[in-house]
T-cell receptor, first 113, second 116 residues
Framework: DQQVKQNSPSLSVQEGRISILNCDYT??????FLWYKKYPAEGPTFLIS?????DKNEDGRFTVFLNKSAKHLSLHIVPSQPGDSAVYFC????????????FGTGTRLQVTL | EAGVAQSPRYKIIEKRQSVAFWCNPI?????LYWYQQILGQGPKLLIQ????????DSQLPKDRFSAERLKGVDSTLKIQPAKLEDSAVYLC??????????????FGPGTRLTVL
């Protein structure tokens, strides 16, 4: 049972444009969400997070939006840069077990020149 | 600040053999995690330690996998005997805080295991 889903395995975006990565979840107990970025042969690196008490969190070029009613979150990268090319994982956790993360399958982002 | 260290980076073994992975977390981090990432999937938590005690090992196949965290610092994950389906990247992560609060997990580079 895949509780966190990233339905787009890959995405290609031109440099300077917006990248939008999507994530859906099924477990209504999840109330803390994170995005991790992974380069080849490296471990995932934390990018940005959001608590369910918010619907938006920004950090520089990265913004995460949360729609609790739709059980959907998205990561926006503006503007996209070639160095953003990586695999992006969405992860979710429940309050009380917040350190136990459930990951999605990842979306490979390719930013082209 | 040094990151999470893991060794070896790559390991190839035959099925039914045993293998061990080592992890050194970031200094001072209370919580340590082992994840299994099968090709095309996201990381799956195998076991979580808080200091040297196990917090969650519900997804650890205990008939063949074992893990320990001695003195609340380094950790080893062992597979004995290995099966073909154990081929994966094994990731170690650590976080500063102990307990149920949201906290950033820092990942090591992983060990890629191939079972032939």
């Amino acid at each position: 049972d895949q509780q966190v889903k990233q339905n787009s395995p890959s995405l290609s975006v031109q440099e300077g444009r917006i990248s939008i990565l999507n994530c859906d979840y099924t477990n209504s107990m999840f109330d803390y969400f994170l995005w991790y970025k992974k380069y080849p042969a490296e471990g995932p690196t934390f990018l940005i997070s959001i608590s369910s008490i918010k619907d938006k969190n920004e950090d520089g070029r990265f913004t995460v939006f949360l729609n609790k009613s739709a059980k959907h979150l998205s990561l926006h990268i503006v503007p996209s840069q070639p160095g953003d090319s990586a695999v992006y994982f969405c992860a979710a956790a429940e309050t009380g077990t917040a350190s136990k993360l459930t990951f999605g399958t990842g979306t490979r982002l390719q930013v082209t020149l | 600040e040094a990151g999470v260290a893991q060794s070896p980076r790559y390991k190839i073994i035959e099925k039914r053999q045993s293998v061990a992975f080592w992890c050194n977390p970031i200094s001072g981090h209370a919580t340590l995690y082992w994840y299994q990432q099968i090709l095309g999937q996201g990381p799956k938590l195998l076991i979580q330690f808080q200091n040297n005690g196990v917090v969650d090992d519900s997804q650890l196949p205990k008939d063949r996998f074992s893990a320990e965290r001695l003195k609340g610092v380094d950790s080893t994950l062992k597979i004995q005997p290995a099966k073909l389906e154990d081929s994966a990247v094994y990731l170690c992560a650590s976080s500063l805080l102990a307990g149920a609060v949201p906290d950033t997990q820092y990942f090591g580079p992983g060990t890629r295991l191939t079972v032939l």
